[in-house]
Structures are given as structure tokens and as C-alpha cells.
């Protein structure tokens, strides 16, 4: 056998998960190639590097970072919990019958079937005809964003928040719905949604200081976290100056306090 | 799992005490760097808090963790670029070894280790040291399992390049030293 066969069969032949035709195949050609059965010893040498344990100290932290997240899920209202178990597959259905699915099915079929129309009749200028009707479908998926937003259940609203991920443009009232969102949604799953939605957008000034100015109102420490991480990522001139702000903030959480902080010493 | 994913904080502890030293293993022999594999384990437990929605009842969750873990490595990378190249010395030491051929050969795989492409050095550490099963690191990387094993062969074959040349840098050296001392016998003090 050649080199090139052995390599094929090599990965196999180290995991000892060959049939015993094969796996004397190899032997035999490493009896006889310098270079594969040096592989071979290389990889079982490997084995010398034995595990390391990380610090305990590193055990604590986590105990840290759990307490900090209990305390940020203790504050959520108890129908979140509840309405989460009857999300899922159920909410397709949910949506479809919900007043508000019918009426955005309808919007979508009404759309196609008038772009469907223009289309048979031959006009001409149906490139603009589809320009237009997909500007209407992105209008129509956003106002279903910002009603959604407005919903009583939370995992609705966190629906919302994934559905207006589905456009690389949002229009200035989803943004600030979203905004809306990020300082006032009582679940903390809804805000660290929203966050993740608006940073997308970030470029946008109004959403880049929408953004770090609700750092200073966030009460739970996973939001505070994902802000400093923000903070950091987009190094604001006055970046440093807002962690310190928070930092200053009584009874701030320790471990967010010490993001805080390592964060602070990364943007000097 | 279930239970972390439908709120049972708790439960994390008990995978915590689960993955956290693979995880730091898989994330200290990557980087050589202690203090950051540390804080990238951390990173890694509150992402699975955080997007703990998105992990699907009945699919592995070790290749759940670990897709976290590489995306965790590469965003801070992505955030913090690495100053320079990593210097072999900043490695923490690893001596399991009570002879000291065995410490040198841990000290000249490490530097070997180091020496490879991050792509190269990660798909080794996957199958190396995590165990991880081919058809997992296929589906980690997003590729074919045929694949998946042409890269692994790839990586060993640089490997077994690098070590070799490390080692015959290393003998070399020897000779010169003993050829040194034979030469001019260095004075003890007694």
C-alpha cells in the first residue's frame, strides 16, 4: 500500500475502529514507511500532555454569574414562565389563528396575488411592480413587529424580536420600538433579545446612543453584561466614562461590577 | 439539559462541573493562555444561560457546548486581535512526566502544538484530547466526514513535520553543548 491509501485509512487506523484486514494493511506499511509511522508515534506521544485543572477560583465565579442570573430571573413576572412552556410548535398554530396572523396572511396573499396579476397581464415595468410590492411585504413583517411587541405574553414580544432580525433594514418606528423594548420589557429574555436585534443595527446613531444610554437604567446584571460587552466591542471615546457611571451605581451586582471594571482596563 | 433549558439554574452547576475542564483544556492547549481560557469558560456558561432557548431537545448537547466555545473563542479574537504570536515560553508548564526525556519530548510537542495553524492545532485538540468522535467534529466544522478526517490527517502529518524538525533542532544543540563543554571545561565551584 501507498502513502496516499494509508491516509485515508490513518485516521481510522488511531481511533482503533478499523476491521482487521485493514488495520494489518497499515501495519504493514508502517513496518516499512518512516514517515507514517512516525505520525503514528507523534500522535500516540501526544498523550503525554496530560489534562490541567483549571483554578478553583474559577468555580466561585461561576457560583458568581448563577447567583447574578437567579437574581435577574427572580424579577420577571411569573406568567412568563408559563407561557414559555406553551410557546413552541403550539405557536405557529397560535399565530395563524390570532386575529393579527390573519390579517398579516392576508395582507401577504393579497400582495401576491396583485403582484401574480401584473405579472400575467405583461407589464412592462414589473421589475418596479416587484421592487414596490417587496418594499409593502417589508412593511407589512415590520408593523407585525411592532404589534407583536405590544403583546401581553412574552414569548410573543421575544417573537417579535426574532422576526425583526429577518430584515437587514428596519424602519425608525421598529427601532425605537425596539429601544422601547430594551429599557421597559419586564423579561429579561425580551431585553437581551432586543439587544441582540438593535446592535445589529449600531451603526445608526440614534440606536448606537439609544443603546449605551440605557446602560445606566438596565436592572438586571445579564443585560448589564451584554451592555459593557457593547461598551467595549465599539470603544466610544466616552466608553470608559459610562462603565465608570455604572460602576458608581449602589448596589450594583459584583460580577457586573468587575466586568465593569476588566472592561474599563481594556479600553485604557 | 432540559432542565437548564426550561430554567433550572441550578442545573448548570452540575454541567459546569462536567465540561469546565474539558472546556479549559480544549481552550488552554489552543491558546496557551491560562487567564484567558479561564475567562473564555466563563464566556461559554453564560452563553448557554443566555441563548439556552436555542438548544434543541434530543441533539448532542456536547457539540452544542462546544459550537458555543468556538464561537466564544472566535468573537474574542475578533474583539481583542492577538498582540503578536504566541512566544512558546508563556506556556504553562505541564510536567507529568519523572524522566527527563519524557519533560523535554511534553515541552517540544507543546512548542510543536503551538507552531501549527490555529485550524490544524484546534482539529487535533477536538480528536486528541476532548475525544471528540469524527462525525461530531464534522458536524462542528461544517463539513463532510471524509473531509473532517483528511484534515485531521493533514494536521498529524505538519505535526509529526514540526516535531521532527524541533527535535533534530534540539539534538543538535545538545551536540554543540557537549562539544562546547569537552573543549573548555567550565570551572565548579565547590
Excluded at chain 2, 426550561?6 to 491558546?31: C, H, I, W
Excluded at chain 2, 490544524?120 to 466526514?145: T, W
Excluded at chain 2, 484534515?151 to 562546547?180: C, M, S
Aim: net charge neutral; with cysteine; glycine share 4%.
Amino acid at each position: 500500500m501507498k502513502c496516499e491509501q494509508i491516509a485515508e485509512l490513518l485516521p481510522d487506523y488511531l481511533q482503533g475502529s478499523l476491521g482487521s484486514d485493514q488495520q494489518n494493511d497499515v501495519e504493514a506499511h508502517l513496518q516499512q514507511c518512516a514517515d507514517c509511522s512516525e505520525e503514528v508515534t507523534v500522535w500516540n506521544k501526544l498523550s503525554l500532555l496530560t489534562a490541567e485543572q483549571p483554578s478553583p477560583a474559577s468555580r466561585a465565579r461561576f457560583e458568581v454569574m448563577l447567583q447574578a442570573f437567579q437574581a435577574g430571573r427572580s424579577s420577571q413576572p411569573v406568567s412568563v414562565s408559563r407561557w414559555r412552556q406553551r410557546a413552541s410548535a403550539w405557536n405557529v398554530f397560535h399565530w395563524l389563528r390570532a386575529p393579527l396572523g390573519a390579517i398579516a396572511w392576508s395582507a401577504a396573499l393579497l400582495a401576491i396575488g396583485v403582484y401574480v396579476g401584473l405579472h400575467v397581464s405583461g407589464s412592462k415595468s414589473h421589475l418596479q411592480d416587484l421592487a414596490a410590492m417587496q418594499s409593502e411585504l417589508t412593511t407589512i413583517k415590520q408593523l407585525m413587529v411592532l404589534s407583536m411587541l405590544q403583546q401581553q405574553s412574552a414569548s410573543s414580544r421575544l417573537e417579535g424580536v426574532s422576526w425583526s432580525t429577518r430584515d437587514p433594514q428596519l424602519n425608525p418606528q421598529v427601532l425605537s420600538a425596539l429601544l422601547h423594548t430594551l429599557r421597559y420589557d419586564p423579561s429579561v429574555d425580551v431585553r437581551l433579545a432586543a439587544l441582540d436585534a438593535l446592535s445589529r443595527h449600531g451603526r445608526q446613531p440614534q440606536v448606537h446612543k439609544g443603546i449605551l444610554d440605557s446602560l445606566q437604567e438596565q436592572q438586571s446584571p445579564l443585560v448589564q453584561m451584554a451592555l459593557i460587552d457593547l461598551v467595549l466591542e465599539w470603544r466610544d471615546p466616552d466608553g470608559a466614562q459610562r462603565l465608570q457611571a455604572l460602576q458608581q451605581i449602589p448596589n450594583l451586582n459584583p460580577m457586573v461590577r468587575q466586568r465593569a471594571e476588566w472592561a474599563r482596563s481594556k479600553l485604557n | 439539559m432540559l432542565q437548564v433549558r426550561n430554567g433550572a439554574g441550578e442545573m448548570l452547576g452540575v454541567l459546569f462541573d462536567r465540561y469546565q475542564t474539558p472546556l479549559f483544556n480544549f481552550y488552554s492547549k489552543l491558546t496557551g493562555d491560562r487567564a484567558l481560557s479561564e475567562d473564555l469558560v466563563q464566556e461559554v456558561f453564560l452563553r448557554i444561560l443566555k441563548y439556552r432557548q436555542s438548544y434543541r431537545p434530543g441533539t448532542p448537547f456536547r457539540a452544542w457546548v462546544y459550537q458555543i466555545a468556538r464561537n466564544a473563542r472566535i468573537d474574542h479574537f475578533r474583539k481583542f486581535p492577538p498582540q503578536s504570536t504566541l512566544e512558546p515560553e508563556t506556556l504553562s508548564a505541564v510536567v507529568p512526566a519523572d524522566s527527563a526525556q519524557a519533560h523535554e519530548e511534553v515541552e517540544l510537542l507543546q512548542r510543536a502544538l503551538q507552531q501549527l495553524p490555529e485550524e490544524k492545532r484546534e482539529i487535533l485538540i477536538l480528536c486528541r484530547f476532548q475525544e471528540l468522535k469524527y462525525e461530531e467534529i464534522a458536524s462542528l466544522l461544517g463539513c463532510e466526514l471524509n473531509t473532517a478526517k483528511t484534515r485531521i490527517h493533514r494536521a498529524l502529518q505538519e505535526l509529526r513535520k514540526v516535531f521532527h524538525q524541533l527535535a533534530g533542532d534540539t539534538v543538535l544543540k545538545r551536540a554543540e553543548a557537549v562539544a562546547a563543554e569537552n573543549s573548555f571545561p567550565p570551572r565548579r565551584s565547590s
